[in-house]
C-alpha cells in the first residue's frame, strides 16, 4: 500500500496524472502513531507547502501549526491560509497505516484519546471537502480494518466513495517483480530460483515483504561469495533458510548478537511497539524514541544501541532509516506488520504482551469498582497472579498508558489487596501458634497426668503385688495352721487310742492278776 503510494500514485501526480488539478503538488506523508495531530503538523511544516514563500519569510513552528490543527475542523483551511497556498497548488495528505488510529477508540482508551481520534477524522474530512483549496487526502490501511471505519461519523460514506483494494500480484507480475531489480543491477538470477520463489510465495498476506527480504539475504550471500559470473542460485536461497525462515533467522541473528541487558531492552522494546486489537489482529505501535525509552525504563543510550542493531544498513527492522539520526522526538515503528507473524520471537513476545495487558486492564477495572465500593479487594489465585505478573513484567505509568492508564489506582489495589493478605496470614499464623500453644499445653498436662497415672499405677502394682504376697502369706498360714490342727488331732487322737489301749491293756492285766489270785487262794 505504502509502495503503491509513493512509487505509484506520487509521481503520476507530479507528471499531471490528474488533469484537472495541474502537476504542482505538495506533499505531506504522515501516520497518526501516537499523537496524529503533532505528526501531521510535523508533515505539514517539512512539506512543499512553504516553498513558495520568500527566504527570508519565517516559518511557523511544529507546535504553532499543530495548535492551528486543533482549534477547529478547519484547521487545514487555516494552514492553507498561513502558507499563502497559491490558487493552482494542490496539497495532498498522505496518511499511511490508517488503522493505527483506531486503538484511540478501544474500550480502554480514554475520553481524551477517542477525542482527538475524532477531532483527527473530522479535521480531514473538512478539509478534503474545503471549496476554497485543493485539499486531497489519501488513506492506507489494511483491509481487514476497513469495519472500524464505521467508530468515525462521515468516514465510511467518503472511504466507500473512493476506496480502492490493492489486488494480488499474478504469478507473471511477481516474476517480473523478482526478475527486474535483479537484472538493473546486472546480475543473473538461476530460472530454478525464480521457479522456487514462485512456489514459495503461495498467496500468503505478507509475501511481497517476506519475499524482499529473503531476496535481500539470497542477494547479501551471493554477494559476499564473490565468485565471477556466479548466478544468483538456489543454494544461496537456501543457505538463508527460504522464505519461510530467512526474515526469522536474520531478526534471531541481531538478537543474539546482542549482550543479555540489551537483549531484555529489545524485549521491551518490541513488545512497546506491538499489540494485538480485539479483533486478534497484530497491529503497529510507533511512537517516539523519549516515550519509548520511558516505557522499557532503561537509559536512552543502552535504548538507542538496539535500535541501531534493528535498523542497521541491510537489516531494516526498524524505523526510521539508518541515514537518519535518533533524536527524542524521532518516531521509533516496526519497518511492517509481518516481522509480527514471521519473526517466530516477536509473536511470542507480542502474545505474551497481550496477556499481560489483560491482566493489567482487569486489575485496572477491579480497582475502580473497589473505589467505588462495588467490588472487593484481590484473593488467590487472583492476587497470585496479579503478584506474579508484576514482579515478571515491572509496570511503569508509561506503560499503564497503553492500556488505559490509572496505574497509581491499580497498584494501591494490589497493594491493599497484597495488605490484607499479609495480614490474614499473620492474624492465621497468631491463631495458630496460639492453638500450637494450647496444644502443647494440653500435651504438657496430659504428660504430667500420664506421669502420675504411671506412678499411681507402679504403685497400685506394688500394692498388688503386696496384697498377693500378704494373701499368699495368709493362704500359706491358714494351710499351715490347718496342717497343724490336723496333725494335733492326729496326734490326739492316737494319744487318746494309746489311752485307750493302755486302759485296757490295763484293764486286762488287772483282771488277769485277780484271775491269779484268786486261783492262788483257791489252791493255798
Known amino acids: 500500500k505504502s509502495s503503491l503510494v509513493r512509487a505509484g500514485l506520487l509521481p503520476a501526480l507530479y507528471r499531471g496524472g490528474l488533469m484537472k488539478a495541474g502537476s504542482h503538488w505538495s506533499v505531506a506523508i504522515t501516520r497518526p502513531g501516537g499523537a496524529p495531530m503533532l505528526n501531521l503538523a510535523r508533515a505539514l511544516r517539512n512539506s512543499e507547502l512553504w516553498d513558495h514563500l520568500a527566504e527570508d519569510t519565517?516559518?511557523?513552528?511544529?507546535?504553532?501549526?499543530?495548535?492551528?490543527?486543533?482549534?477547529?475542523?478547519?484547521?487545514?483551511?487555516?494552514?492553507?491560509?498561513?502558507?499563502?497556498?497559491?490558487?493552482?497548488?494542490?496539497?495532498?495528505?498522505?496518511?499511511?497505516?490508517?488503522?493505527?488510529?483506531?486503538?484511540?477508540?478501544?474500550?480502554?482508551?480514554?475520553?481524551?484519546?477517542?477525542?482527538?481520534?475524532?477531532?483527527?477524522?473530522?479535521?480531514?474530512?473538512?478539509?478534503?471537502?474545503?471549496?476554497?483549496?485543493?485539499?486531497?487526502?489519501?488513506?492506507?490501511?489494511?483491509?481487514?480494518?476497513?469495519?472500524?471505519?464505521?467508530?468515525?461519523?462521515?468516514?465510511?460514506?467518503v472511504i466507500n466513495r473512493g476506496a480502492y483494494l490493492i489486488p494480488r500480484l499474478t504469478r507473471d507480475q511477481l516474476k517480473e517483480a523478482i526478475e527486474g531489480p535483479v537484472k538493473v543491477s546486472g546480475a543473473n538470477i538461476a530460472?530454478?530460483?525464480?521457479?522456487?520463489?514462485?512456489?514459495?510465495?503461495?498467496?500468503?498476506?505478507?509475501?511481497?515483504?517476506?519475499?524482499?527480504?529473503?531476496?535481500?539475504?539470497?542477494?547479501?550471500?551471493?554477494?559476499?561469495?564473490?565468485?565471477?559470473?556466479e548466478d544468483i542460485d538456489l543454494y544461496h536461497y537456501e543457505e538463508i533458510g527460504g522464505m519461510s525462515e530467512a526474515l526469522s533467522r536474520h531478526a534471531d541473528e541481531v538478537y543474539q548478537s546482542l549482550s543479555d541487558d540489551e537483549q531484555q531492552v529489545a524485549?521491551?522494546?518490541?513488545?512497546?511497539?506491538?499489540?494485538?486489537?480485539?479483533?486478534?489482529?497484530?497491529?503497529?505501535?510507533?511512537?517516539?524514541?523519549?516515550?519509548?525509552?520511558?516505557i522499557i525504563a532503561k537509559p536512552n543510550p543502552a535504548v538507542a544501541r538496539v535500535i541501531e542493531a534493528f535498523r542497521a544498513p541491510g537489516v531494516s527492522f526498524l524505523m526510521p532509516a539508518s541515514h537518519h539520526s535518533l533524536r527524542p522526538d524521532s518516531i521509533i515503528d516496526v519497518s511492517h506488520e509481518s516481522l509480527m507473524r514471521v519473526w517466530k520471537r516477536l509473536g511470542d513476545w507480542v502474545e505474551e504482551e497481550t496477556q499481560s495487558s489483560r491482566i493489567y486492564q482487569r486489575l485496572n477495572e477491579t480497582a475502580a469498582l473497589w473505589e467505588d465500593k462495588k467490588a472487593d479487594l484481590y484473593h488467590d489465585p487472583d492476587l497470585h497472579i496479579a503478584r506474579a505478573w508484576q514482579?515478571?513484567?515491572?509496570?511503569?505509568?508509561?506503560?499503564?498508558?497503553?492500556?488505559?492508564?490509572?496505574?497509581?489506582?491499580?497498584?494501591?489495589?494490589?497493594?491493599?489487596?497484597?495488605?490484607?493478605?499479609?495480614?490474614?496470614?499473620?492474624?492465621?499464623?497468631?491463631?495458630?501458634?496460639?492453638?500450637?500453644?494450647?496444644?502443647?499445653?494440653?500435651?504438657?498436662?496430659?504428660?504430667?497426668?500420664?506421669?502420675?497415672?504411671?506412678?499411681?499405677?507402679?504403685?497400685?502394682?506394688?500394692?498388688?503385688?503386696?496384697?498377693?504376697?500378704?494373701?499368699?502369706?495368709?493362704y500359706f498360714a491358714m494351710r499351715f495352721a490347718r496342717d497343724q490342727a490336723r496333725i494335733a488331732r492326729n496326734a490326739q487322737r492316737t494319744a487318746e487310742e494309746a489311752r485307750q489301749a493302755v486302759s485296757q491293756t490295763f484293764s486286762q492285766s488287772d483282771y488277769q492278776f485277780g484271775q491269779t489270785a484268786a486261783e492262788a487262794g483257791r489252791y493255798a
Open 58 to 157: 519565517p516559518l511557523p513552528e511544529t507546535l504553532e501549526i499543530e495548535t492551528v490543527l486543533q482549534r477547529s475542523g478547519m484547521g487545514l483551511r487555516e494552514t492553507a491560509q498561513m502558507a499563502q497556498m497559491p490558487e493552482d497548488e494542490n496539497l495532498i495528505i498522505v496518511v499511511d497505516q490508517f488503522e493505527e488510529l483506531f486503538r484511540f477508540h478501544k474500550r480502554t482508551s480514554t475520553m481524551e484519546d477517542r477525542d482527538a481520534a475524532e477531532a483527527f477524522v473530522n479535521l480531514l474530512l473538512e478539509g478534503a471537502r474545503d471549496p476554497n483549496y485543493s485539499i486531497h487526502v489519501v488513506l492506507t490501511m489494511r483491509s481487514g480494518f476497513f469495519g472500524e471505519c464505521t467508530a468515525f461519523a462521515g468516514l465510511s460514506e
Open 191 to 229: 530460472p530454478r530460483l525464480i521457479q522456487r520463489l514462485l512456489n514459495d510465495a503461495g498467496g500468503s498476506p505478507d509475501e511481497l515483504p517476506v519475499l524482499q527480504h529473503a531476496l535481500m539475504r539470497t542477494w547479501h550471500r551471493w554477494h559476499k561469495r564473490d565468485i565471477p559470473h
Open 267 to 294: 524485549e521491551r522494546l518490541f513488545k512497546a511497539l506491538t499489540e494485538k486489537n480485539p479483533d486478534n489482529r497484530g497491529i503497529r505501535r510507533p511512537m517516539s524514541l523519549e516515550r519509548l525509552t520511558g
Open 391 to 474: 514482579q515478571e513484567t515491572d509496570p511503569n505509568p508509561l506503560w499503564a498508558e497503553q492500556y488505559g492508564g490509572g496505574f497509581a489506582r491499580a497498584m494501591n489495589f494490589l497493594n491493599e489487596s497484597n495488605r490484607q493478605k499479609e495480614e490474614s496470614e499473620r492474624a492465621a499464623e497468631e491463631s495458630r501458634q496460639r492453638e500450637l500453644a494450647n496444644a502443647k499445653a494440653l500435651a504438657d498436662e496430659r504428660a504430667r497426668s500420664a506421669r502420675r497415672s504411671r506412678r499411681f499405677s507402679l504403685i497400685l502394682a506394688a500394692f498388688s503385688v503386696l496384697l498377693a504376697f500378704l494373701a499368699a502369706a495368709a
